[in-house]
């Protein structure tokens, strides 16, 4: 059975002749059983550690949370997230640096991504794997400061951005040229993993979900352990998405739907929607303990 979210948010099963309806509950109770069988003792406990590296001060929430109030705003910030356990130093998001993106965009308090991971212990050459997910320039336009690390993304997003994106009629909003040339780069010298779908063990204890559409492909991980946590990146940009039940920005209205629908899931992933952990929201630098720039959502006893 091959089953997926359509445009409009509904799970269906793509190579049935089934009549709709019941193939949507079909796939569904596919996808649950699935999720289920995978919400397991994980191999690893990881400790989990969010890193500010830059403030976004007088944000618009409606550009984050659709149908928020017009012109209501918010200072939000730009984080990356690490993961230490089972020898591995994890990246999921790399930043940014690119001198462009500042010109465009009120960027404060700044500390370039290499430098800030380095507050939590960990120095770039120790960082073994980066987890993109997705290509907006400050999620993807760090992965060049990172000399050693293997990076992971989903097959879809990478072929998309380095491929139709740029021909007429694509979509490239947010992504970075450069960025993707050095994705390319790192596929041709062995330090790119394509991510080939749904619900896919990227590390272990590690796994990557697809559907909510903030961009062509974009992912989010689920850590396993006790508990498990799921990193949502921009699909969930900020905790009054998941409190309201309203959409994130996406790569289209149509998308709006499905990303909500997400959502849901990833709180079942989660075990509790307070073990969501959004990307651009300032409050979980304050709901978990912080020593700077570096928040403890996670430390395992074992690290």
């Known amino acids: 059975m091959r089953i997926a979210f359509d445009s409009r948010g509904s799970l269906c099963d793509l190579s049935s002749t089934m009549p709709r309806t019941y193939r949507t509950l079909t796939a569904l109770a596919a996808i649950l059983l699935a ?30 949370v659709i149908g928020a109030p017009s012109g209501e705003k918010l200072d939000t910030v730009y984080a990356v997230w690490l993961l230490r356990g089972g020898g591995r130093n994890i990246l999921f998001d790399s930043g940014f640096h690119r001198e462009r993106w500042f010109k465009q965009w009120n960027i404060e ?10 507050l939590a212990g960990v120095k770039a050459e120790q960082v073994t794997d980066i987890i993109i997910s997705h290509a907006h320039w400050d999620h993807m336009g760090g992965i060049d400061l990172f000399s050693k690390a293997t990076v992971w993304i989903q097959k879809g997003e990478f072929e998309y951005y380095s491929g139709a994106a740029w021909q007429p009629g694509g979509r490239h909003g947010g992504i970075d040229p450069e960025d993707v040339q050095e994705l390319v780069r790192l596929n041709t010298v062995g330090r790119l993993r394509l991510v080939d779908g749904d619900n896919v063990e990227i590390l272990p204890g590690i796994r990557a979900y697809t559907g909510p559409r903030h961009t062509f492909a974009s992912q989010y991980i689920r850590v396993g352990g006790n508990p498990p946590f799921v990193l949502a990146s921009d699909n969930v940009d900020l ?7 309203k ?4 790569f289209s209205n149509d998308d709006h739907s499905a990303n909500i629908a997400q959502q849901q899931r990833m709180i079942r992933l989660a075990g509790s929607p307070e073990r969501v952990i959004p990307g651009h929201d300032a409050l979980q630098f304050q709901r978990f303990p912080i020593e700077g720039r570096v928040a403890i959502i996670k430390r395992a006893e074992t690290n």
């Not at 406990?45 to 001060?57: H, K, Q, V």
């Not at 905790?239 to 039940?245: C, F, L, M, S």
């Not at 959409?247 to 996406?250: D, V």
């Open 35 to 64: 999720d289920a069988l995978w919400a397991q003792p994980s191999p690893v406990e990881y400790s989990i550690y969010a890193i500010r590296y830059a403030n976004s001060p007088g944000d618009l929430v409606s550009s984050m």
């Open 109 to 118: 308090d700044y500390l370039r991504p290499d430098q800030a991971v380095a």
């Open 247 to 250: 959409s994130s920005a996406t």
């Open 239 to 245: 905790y009054r998405n998941i409190t309201e039940g």
